[in-house]
């Protein structure tokens, strides 16, 4: 079992900033992948940006050259930098944790979720 604690979120004006942090625990597998996905009101959960252990990293076209995501192995901590928030960005964001079951299967794991609310 693995579990995710996020902090960070909150109240902010567009063109303002915040980070997001997201501390796992648990049985951790290598090669998993970490990340935050996104659900605003009466919207499906979307993908923000995962990053793989080992660096690689993967931005919605919303978010790319606004927000930046990494993590830090050593702490099994993943983080959501974001500049640039407009009103679109409010959302409940989750951190997601994937751990590899095989080559080609993976076991999710969610946090609880972090309201980002941007105000016009």
């Known amino acids: 079992q693995v579990q995710l604690v996020e902090s960070g979120g909150g109240l902010v004006q567009a063109g303002g900033s915040l980070t997001l942090s997201c501390a796992a625990s648990?049985?951790?597998?290598?090669?998993?992948?970490m990340g935050w996905y996104r659900q605003a009101l009466g919207k499906q959960r979307e993908l923000v940006a995962t990053m793989t252990s080992g660096g690689n990293t993967n931005y919605a076209d919303s978010v790319k050259g606004r927000f930046t995501i990494s993590r830090d192995n050593a702490k099994n901590i993943v983080y959501l930098h974001m500049n640039s928030l407009k009103p679109e960005d409010t959302a409940v964001y989750y951190c997601?944790?994937?751990?590899?079951?095989?080559?080609?299967?993976?076991?999710?794991?969610w946090g609880q979720g972090t309201q980002v609310t941007v105000s016009s």
């Open positions: 997601n944790l994937q751990n590899p079951l095989s080559s080609i299967s993976w076991y999710d794991y």
């Open positions: 648990g049985n951790i597998f290598r090669g998993n992948i």
